[in-house]
Every structure is written in structure tokens, then in C-alpha cells.
């Protein structure tokens, strides 16, 4: 096999707490994660180097700063293959989001070097590379309903009833770094992250107005738009709307296809549903990374 074609998916968080600033200047989280079927198209051809096009996103970089760029390098480094890949992008995850896009990408790449390469190293392996590149990488690996603790490396698997869920993203980007700086954690309201995660294995789901991310009102400063989007989702139907990661995308949460249809023309919205195994077509044991 000499190139691979697959879907990088986002990920949405159901809620997100943070604990604590460690030494090393990261923080510990304890947030729940969960694949949808928005996903980048990336596809990877067995090559001499490491190259990589973007199309669907001027912004994204076609560099070494790019997250599935480097994705490819650290698992050259770490596996000492001379080999390389060449990277295609096509973006339809927007970026600086709070929706995993970069990550995903780089998940992808990790994925389809490990074949590429004939490394066959397992799931476990490739997300310790993957952590070094971003926190979300080992759940993007993983996919499906994830509770995420640690720097979000920490994962616990589960099986959620399906969802339909609409995003809408201002057009502002905001800084993690910033906003987890501005975090002020001992005087944090904590969401109950055990119930949610309970909840969401209940076929009713859980109670929806436990939902909460701790970074949300202070992103709601930087980007008011926020707060009105959320708003709209609720007057929409919504049986939940929430702002996934760092934002500033707000989800919400509606009891089928056609609501969610609705609501998405009506506030200029994608419609995306939430995945059970982390690919479309099923990937409990491990081979199969959405595969186009």
C-alpha cells in the first residue's frame, strides 16, 4: 500500500473542567470528548520526504508548524525510518475552534504512517508520540466518547446514545494561552464531569443543564457573540447548547435530523452527529481509521 485516504474527525466537549496548573506549566483537566462526523479529508502517499498542501483553509500553514506535518516528523524521529509521506489536507473542520481540527489531522498521520511505514505499532505507542504534539492527539486517535484526564492523555472509553448537534463558530479566533492564563482555578465553580458522564450513558442522556465548560465566561469576555449564539440555539430548540474546548464554537444539542436541520438554516449552522466508535463505518478493534 502506497497511499491512504482518511477522515480526520472533530471533536466536541461535552463539558471541560480544569484542576489545576502543574510544574511543567500544563493543566490538569477532567472533560469529556466526543468524535462527530465533521472531518478534514487527509490524504498520505509513501514518499521520499515530508511535504505537505493545504486546501479549504488559507490560514492553515503548508509548514513545519502544521500540527500533521509534525505529526510525520516526530514518528520518523522516534521510529528512525528514512522514509516519508506526502500530506494533503482538505479542510472543512474550521480552524482555531475548539474543535480538535489540527489535531485530528495529525492523528490521521500518525495513522497512515504507522501503515505506510510498516511499523504496526499499536494504538498505545502512537498515542505517547501523539501527546508530545497536542493534548487532543491521543483522543483523536482513539475517537468515539472519551472521559479525558491529566492534560487529556488519561482516557476512559464509553458508548453514548446517538446525537444530533448544530455548530456555529463566530468569526474570531481566541488564544488557549490566554484563556487558561486568565484561569483563576481555586476560584472555579467545578462542573459535576460524573454525573455528566453518567448521564450520557443513560438512553435519555444526561441532565442537560449539567452541562458546562469553566472556560466559557471568560471567552464570553473576549467574544460576546457567544453568549447570543447560545442564546439562539435554546430559542431554536435546543435541549442544550455549549461551547466545546476552548472555543469559541457553541454546539447544541437537538432531538433529531430535521430539528437540527432547521436550526442550522436558521442561524447559519452545520449540522454534524455525534459517532459511537470513533469512525463512520465502526473501529472498536483498532484497524480502521476512517477510511474513505
Not at 82 to 110: T, W
Request: hydrophobic share 45%; proline share 4%; glycine share 10%.
Amino acid at each position: 500500500m502506497h497511499d491512504l485516504q482518511l477522515l480526520a474527525h472533530a471533536k466536541i466537549n461535552w463539558s471541560l473542567d480544569v484542576l489545576s496548573r502543574r510544574p511543567d506549566g500544563y493543566h490538569d483537566i477532567d472533560t469529556i470528548m466526543q468524535s462527530i462526523t465533521l472531518a478534514d479529508k487527509v490524504s498520505c502517499e509513501l514518499a521520499d520526504g515530508i511535504h505537505i498542501t493545504v486546501t479549504g483553509d488559507d490560514s492553515i500553514p503548508e509548514t513545519e508548524e502544521n500540527l500533521a506535518c509534525r505529526a510525520a516528523l516526530a514518528l520518523q524521529t522516534e521510529s528512525g525510518v528514512q522514509l516519508g509521506v506526502n500530506i494533503a489536507l482538505e479542510k472543512h473542520i474550521p480552524s482555531a475552534a475548539g474543535l480538535g481540527g489540527g489535531s485530528a489531522d495529525a492523528a490521521a498521520v500518525l495513522w497512515a504512517c504507522n501503515d505506510l511505514w510498516d511499523l504496526h505499532w499499536p494504538m498505545e505507542r502512537l498515542q505517547e508520540v501523539g501527546v508530545r504534539i497536542g493534548a487532543d492527539v491521543p483522543f483523536c486517535l482513539q475517537g468515539g466518547l472519551c472521559r479525558a484526564t491529566g492534560i487529556g492523555e488519561r482516557l476512559e472509553a464509553g458508548t453514548s446514545p446517538h446525537h444530533w448537534l448544530v455548530l456555529c463558530k463566530p468569526n474570531a479566533a481566541v488564544s488557549t494561552a490566554a484563556i487558561y492564563n486568565a484561569l483563576e482555578v481555586a476560584t472555579l465553580c467545578h462542573p459535576d464531569i460524573d454525573a455528566i458522564w453518567y448521564g450520557l450513558h443513560q438512553p435519555l442522556g444526561p441532565d442537560w443543564t449539567l452541562l458546562d465548560n469553566i472556560m466559557m465566561p471568560i471567552v464570553a469576555a473576549m467574544v460576546p457573540e457567544i453568549l447570543a449564539l447560545r442564546a439562539q440555539l435554546l430559542a431554536l430548540g435546543a435541549w442544550a447548547a455549549m461551547m466545546s474546548g476552548s472555543g469559541p464554537t457553541m454546539f447544541g444539542v437537538f432531538e433529531g435530523q430535521r430539528e437540527a436541520r432547521q436550526a442550522a438554516l436558521a442561524i447559519d449552522g452545520i449540522v454534524t452527529e455525534t459517532i459511537s466508535m470513533g469512525v463512520e463505518t465502526g473501529r472498536d478493534d483498532g484497524h480502521e481509521f476512517g477510511a474513505i
